[in-house]
């Protein structure tokens, strides 16, 4: 019983015991010859048997106990009839040795109570060891359990923190790869229009009123880069020349009036 395979790792001491199967054979061996010695089946001879019956039974290990139980009958016929064998030896080397046989079995009969009462307690002790043993088994049984289930449990824990961080770590690399992609997007957008911006330069402004619009459209569609330079012509130069006389016409005119003179545009 002891070499299940499926039992716990921390088997009760009941199920060891304390001492070998074969143990108790020995015992009623030496209470026998304890027996032979006194020269009769007395008291003292079935005080010894009852102690050493329930003794055995109860320190035998597990696998030996049936056998310890079962043997307390047969220890108990053949103890005696070795002592009345040893008793009365000269009984049986007459012819009648039926007679002699049953002369040295009698005692067996006579004090038939302490049989029955070590068998019984006996039987009530492997009784007892068998329920404690199978109760011990099956708490072991439901201790090893629960710790499979435990660690079976943290297992899942584990591999579903493990799973959820894993998640996060390709949805962060998802995100950093979409904004890498979109700072690319940007930039590449922002280049072609800083370049524009750079070739686009602002027209030269007209710093006389009196420029004609032929002047400020062949200034404004000159190059950006390098505006064109041009000379006026003698008509220009003597418009230019008419309209200053008549300015200053004018303001001469108003100052000997008293007006004020007009602002200069």
């Given at each position: 019983?002891?070499?299940?395979?499926?039992?716990?790792?921390?088997?009760?001491?009941?199920?060891?015991?304390?001492?070998?199967?074969?143990?108790?054979?020995?015992?009623?061996?030496?209470?026998?010859?304890?027996?032979?010695?006194?020269?009769?089946?007395?008291?003292?001879?079935?005080?010894?048997?009852?102690?050493?019956?329930?003794?055995?039974?109860?320190?035998?290990?597990?696998?030996?106990?049936?056998?310890?139980?079962?043997?307390?009958?047969?220890?108990?016929?053949?103890?005696?009839?070795?002592?009345?064998?040893?008793?009365?030896?000269?009984?049986?080397?007459?012819?009648?040795?039926?007679?002699?046989?049953?002369?040295?079995?009698?005692?067996?009969?006579?004090?038939?109570?302490?049989?029955?009462?070590?068998?019984?307690?006996?039987?009530?002790?492997?009784?007892?060891?068998?329920?404690?043993?199978?109760?011990?088994?099956?708490?072991?049984?439901?201790?090893?359990?629960?710790?499979?289930?435990?660690?079976?449990?943290?297992?899942?824990?584990?591999?579903?923190?493990?799973?959820?961080?894993?998640?996060?770590?390709?949805?962060?690399?998802?995100?950093?790869?979409?904004?890498?992609?979109?700072?690319?997007?940007d930039t590449s957008e922002r280049a072609p229009s800083a370049q524009r911006a750079r070739?686009?330069?602002?027209?030269?402004?007209?710093?006389?009123?009196?420029?004609?619009?032929?002047?400020?459209?062949?200034?404004?569609?000159?190059?950006?880069?390098?505006?064109?330079?041009?000379?006026?012509?003698?008509?220009?130069?003597?418009?230019?020349?008419?309209?200053?006389?008549?300015?200053?016409?004018?303001?001469?005119?108003?100052?000997?009036?008293?007006?004020?003179?007009?602002?200069?545009?």
């Open positions: 019983m002891t070499n299940d395979p499926q039992a716990p790792e921390d088997v009760p001491l009941n199920r060891w015991g304390f001492i070998p199967p074969w143990a108790p054979l020995l015992v009623a061996v030496a209470v026998a010859f304890t027996g032979v010695v006194l020269g009769e089946v007395s008291t003292v001879y079935l005080v010894l048997f009852f102690l050493s019956s329930i003794v055995c039974t109860a320190l035998v290990e597990l696998r030996g106990l049936f056998l310890t139980v079962v043997t307390v009958p047969f220890a108990w016929f053949g103890g005696i009839t070795v002592i009345g064998y040893f008793a009365d030896r000269a009984s049986f080397s007459d012819g009648n040795r039926k007679t002699a046989l049953l002369t040295a079995v009698f005692p067996a009969v006579e004090n038939y109570l302490w049989l029955l009462v070590s068998f019984v307690v006996s039987l009530l002790i492997a009784l007892v060891r068998q329920r404690l043993d199978a109760a011990a088994r099956e708490r072991a049984l439901r201790l090893a359990r629960q710790r499979r289930r435990r660690s079976a449990t943290a297992d899942e824990d584990n591999r579903r923190v493990t799973s959820r961080v894993r998640d996060l770590e390709r949805t962060a690399d998802r995100d950093r790869y979409r904004d890498r992609d979109r700072e690319r997007e070739t686009v330069t602002r027209p030269p402004r007209h710093t006389r009123t009196g420029d004609s619009p032929a002047t400020a459209s062949s200034t404004s569609t000159s190059s950006p880069e390098q505006p064109e330079i041009r000379t006026r012509t003698a008509e220009e130069l003597r418009a230019a020349s008419e309209r200053r006389r008549a300015r200053e016409e004018s303001s001469h005119t108003a100052r000997h009036r008293g007006d004020d003179a007009p602002l200069d545009i």
